[in-house]
C-alpha cells in the first residue's frame, strides 16, 4: 500500500472509531424512547426543534462545502457505504488467501467453498454488531444491548434491529460498490455542487508515455478507467489510481501520470462566487446553532390558566383562579423553581408544593390556585403576572363583578 491507500484506510479506521463511539458518548444521538436529542454531549428535548434544525442544516451543509472544494472525497473517504463495503471485499480476499496458502493440496471449488463460508461467517456477524450501533443511534445502547440479549423481536426496537442487520448483510454480500451508482444520489448532485475549482483526480500525459499496464483500472474499487475521463461519475476520488500509477512510473524514472488537481485545468485553488454562497450559508447556521445553545435555558417553566370553570368562590369568601404548570429540568443537575405573584394586591398562592423541586431530565406537571378577595366595583378582569424564578408570565384574574359576599 503506497501513499494515499495508507492515507484513506487510516481515515476509514478513523471514522468507524467514531461511529462506534458517538453513540456511548451522546455526542451525537436520537433517544426515540425517551423523545431526546444528544449533541455535543448536551442533552436537547424533542420540542425544542430550532437547535435540531441547525445543527441538522450545519451538518448537511459541512458536506455541501466540502463537495463544492473537494469533489467525491466524501465518497471515497468518509462514506459509511464505501468504507463498509471495501472491508467487505478485503476480508473476502484474506480468506480466499489464507485458505489457499493452508489448504494447498485442496482442489480450488473446495477452497472458493471453505472462505466463502468464513466470509459470510464473518460478514454475518459484523452486521449484528453494526445494526447495534446503528440502532444505539435512537435507542439507548444498554436498553438495546438487554433487547438482543432476550431476543426481542416483539418491540420496535428489536424489529428494526433485525431488519438493519439483514439489510446490512444483503448490502456487504450482494450490492457493496453498485449502491453508489445505482441508488446513492450524491454522485449526480456533485455536478451540481462543483465548479471550475473543484478537486478532482485527473490523468495527463501530453508525451504519450503511458504504457497501458491498465494497473489504474486493476485497482479502482470502482473498475472505471480514469483516463477515459476525470467528470465519470462513478469516480469516488480515492486515489488509488494515482498510487498505482505513481508506482509504475516510478520503476521506470517517470512522473505519475495521474494527479489530484483543482478543476479540469488544474488551476491554483481559490474562492468562487459558489464557495462564498454556500460558505456564508454555513456560517450563518453555525451562527445561530451557536447562539440556540448558549442561550439555552436548562430548566423551561410553562404556565396557563385553567378555564374550564372560569373562578371559584371559597368559603372563606375569596375568589380562587386555577393554574397549570410543566417545568422541565433539561440540565444534568436537580432544581427547584417558586412561584410567585406579581402586582395582584392581596392576592395569596395556593399550592400543596411550593417551590417545585424537579429531577434532572424529567418533567414534572401540576396546579395551583390563586385566590384574592374582591372589593364591589372592582374590574372584572385584572393583569398580573406570575414569577417562576427569572421568569415573567403575564395572567389575567377573573372575577364576579360586584361584591362577592
Known amino acids: 500500500m503506497t501513499t494515499w491507500h495508507k492515507l484513506r484506510k487510516r481515515i476509514h479506521l478513523l471514522c468507524v472509531l467514531i461511529f462506534i463511539a458517538l453513540p456511548f458518548f451522546n455526542f451525537m444521538r436520537f433517544d426515540i424512547p425517551r423523545e431526546r436529542f444528544y449533541f455535543f454531549g448536551k442533552e436537547l428535548w424533542i420540542n425544542e426543534f430550532a437547535i435540531i434544525f441547525f445543527a441538522l442544516m450545519f451538518l448537511m451543509f459541512v458536506i455541501v462545502l466540502s463537495s463544492v472544494f473537494y469533489g467525491r472525497i466524501y465518497c471515497g473517504y468518509l462514506c459509511p457505504q464505501m468504507i463498509f463495503s471495501e472491508a467487505s471485499d478485503a476480508i473476502d480476499a484474506w480468506f480466499r488467501k489464507r485458505i489457499t496458502k493452508r489448504f494447498p493440496t485442496l482442489k480450488p471449488p473446495a477452497r472458493a467453498r471453505i472462505a466463502r463460508v468464513l466470509w459470510l461467517a464473518v460478514v454475518g456477524a459484523g452486521s449484528v454488531f453494526l445494526a447495534f450501533i446503528f440502532i ?7 436498553d438495546l444491548l438487554r433487547r438482543l440479549a432476550s431476543l426481542d423481536l416483539h418491540t420496535a426496537g428489536g424489529i428494526s434491529g433485525a431488519a438493519v442487520t439483514l439489510v446490512t448483510f444483503l448490502d456487504f454480500t450482494l450490492v457493496k460498490q453498485k449502491f453508489c451508482t445505482t441508488v446513492c444520489p450524491y454522485g449526480y448532485l456533485q455536478g451540481l455542487l462543483g465548479d471550475d475549482r473543484t478537486l478532482l483526480v485527473h490523468y495527463r ?16 474499487p470502482m473498475g472505471i478507467d480514469i483516463r477515459t475521463s476525470p467528470f465519470q461519475i462513478e469516480c469516488i476520488h480515492c486515489a488509488d489510481c494515482i498510487d498505482a500509477c505513481g508506482d509504475i512510473m516510478a520503476r521506470l524514472k517517470k512522473p505519475n501520470l495521474i494527479r489530484y488537481g483543482w478543476g479540469v485545468k488544474g488551476e491554483p485553488w481559490r474562492w468562487t462566487g459558489r464557495r462564498v454562497v454556500v460558505a456564508a450559508i454555513l456560517l450563518a447556521y453555525a451562527g445561530g446553532l451557536t447562539f440556540a445553545l448558549t442561550t439555552r435555558r436548562p430548566v423551561l417553566v410553562r404556565i396557563s390558566p385553567v378555564r374550564e370553570t372560569l373562578y371559584r368562590k371559597g368559603d372563606d369568601g375569596r375568589i380562587y383562579n386555577r393554574f397549570r404548570y410543566q417545568v422541565a429540568n433539561r440540565g444534568a443537575q436537580p432544581d427547584t423553581v417558586a412561584f410567585s405573584i406579581r402586582n395582584l394586591p392581596g392576592a395569596q398562592l395556593v399550592s400543596s408544593a411550593n417551590p417545585v423541586r424537579v429531577e434532572a431530565g424529567k418533567q414534572v406537571t401540576g396546579e395551583f390556585e390563586i385566590a384574592r378577595p374582591v372589593s364591589p366595583g372592582e374590574a372584572l378582569v385584572t393583569h398580573f403576572e406570575i414569577a417562576a424564578g427569572s421568569d415573567r408570565f403575564p395572567m389575567t ?4 363583578s360586584g361584591d362577592p359576599k
Open 205 to 220: 500525459d501530453p508525451g504519450e508515455e503511458c504504457i497501458d499496464c491498465k494497473k489504474c483500472v486493476r485497482v479502482c
Open 397 to 400: 384574574f377573573l372575577a364576579p
Open 136 to 142: 444505539s443511534y435512537f435507542v439507548e445502547p444498554r
